[in-house]
């Protein structure tokens, strides 16, 4: 059986190409399941629900493959888990045209390893930006990674109750309203000899 899957990521966006596509390669409307839902997560009722009514020699019919994952190695780990499960996927307008449907087939199985090259390179292009990013931005002098949630003021507060009042870390937490995991990573080091309160 063929099961059709549409997905668009916003309610300005229209499902119609993709639907009308789906329809075009024999899909039924009623073996078609549609999301309003950004990819970002697998968490989407109409993909669920067509994941667990697909059964053995069922092929999943897509309009492109970004509709399934929000990356390649997304739709490669699905692509993986369906084909453990007996289950096929044709896309129709991708560039790599990609039909599991017959798992013997050559074609198929390359398809499915230009797709793997993709994402492995996609991922190494990812870091090597990221990399440069923070390297540039450590350079100019900015924050790199996430923002402190504590100032400098409220850790050498933190720091004087600690080492002059004795404090521990859960009464300087209650006490200024700083996280204790925030509070270890923050605080320096006790002065040499200092003994923990």
Do not use: C, W
């Not at 916003?10 to 309003?36: F, I, M, N, S, W």
């Not at 996430?146 to 109750?161: C, S």
Request: avoid cysteine; proline fraction near 5%.
């Amino acid at each position: 059986m063929l099961l059709g899957y549409a997905r668009i990521s916003t309610e300005k966006q229209d499902l119609a190409r993709q639907l009308d596509a789906l329809a075009g390669a024999g899909v039924l409307p009623e073996h078609t399941y549609v999301d309003r839902k950004s990819g970002a997560t697998t968490d989407r009722e109409g993909l669920q629900q067509m994941l667990a009514y697909a059964r053995p020699g069922d092929v999943i019919v897509v309009h492109t493959l970004d509709r399934l994952g929000r990356s390649v190695r997304d739709t490669l780990n699905m692509l993986h888990d369906l084909g453990e499960r007996g289950i096929g996927l044709r896309n129709l307008a991708d560039p790599i045209r990609v039909d599991t449907s017959d798992p013997d087939d050559p074609m198929a199985q390359l398809s499915v390893v230009v797709l793997a090259l993709f994402a492995q390179m996609e991922r190494t292009y990812m870091l090597e930006r990221l990399t440069h990013a923070r390297e540039v931005a450590a350079g100019a002098g900015k924050q790199v990674g996430r923002p402190r949630t504590v100032t400098d003021e409220q850790i050498r507060y933190a720091t004087h109750l600690r080492d002059n009042e004795g404090m521990t870390l859960a009464q300087i937490a209650a006490e200024t309203g700083i996280a204790r995991t925030t509070l270890y990573r923050h605080l320096p080091a006790r002065p040499e000899g200092a003994a923990p309160a």
